[in-house]
């Protein structure tokens, strides 16, 4: 009786213990706004059975502060994922350490220091 107790107990502090990275379907759509980033790597995934166009990928946005934030996403299907591709990030509005991947591309509303930054990015 007692080994199954602790057995029980053993198992069920591994399963509670156990948490998850929260994916973008955890929150609503609402709970985010754009910025633009930039692609920092792109790589094929470890698994050698994925598609060529999964992608890991490692991304910079806040691009016109002294210290900008990277983040990273994994398993993305992206043909086009290369380093230096302009990017919109998609940040969560309480706390802007949460961000993921929306799509490549520009953002309409950049500020001086953003467009200079990409420019120097996209002239490389």
Do not use: W
Not at 42 to 50: L, M, Q, V
Not at 62 to 76: A, V, W
Not at 84 to 110: A, Q
């Amino acid at each position: 009786m007692k080994k199954s107790l602790f057995l029980i107990l053993i198992l069920g502090l591994v399963f509670c213990s156990c948490t998850s990275k929260k994916k973008y379907s955890d929150y609503k759509p609402t709970d985010f706004y754009e910025v633009q980033g930039i692609i920092e790597s792109a790589s094929p995934t470890k698994d050698p059975f994925d598609s060529s166009v999964q992608k890991d990928i490692r991304f910079t946005y806040f691009l016109d502060r002294d210290h900008p934030i990277s983040n990273t996403e994994h398993d993305l299907e992206m043909f086009e994922a290369q380093p230096g591709y302009p990017l919109i990030v998609l940040v969560h509005k309480n706390d802007e350490t949460i961000s993921f991947y929306g799509r490549v591309g520009i953002l309409d509303s950049l500020n001086l220091k953003e467009k200079n930054f990409l420019a120097e990015r996209l002239s490389e």
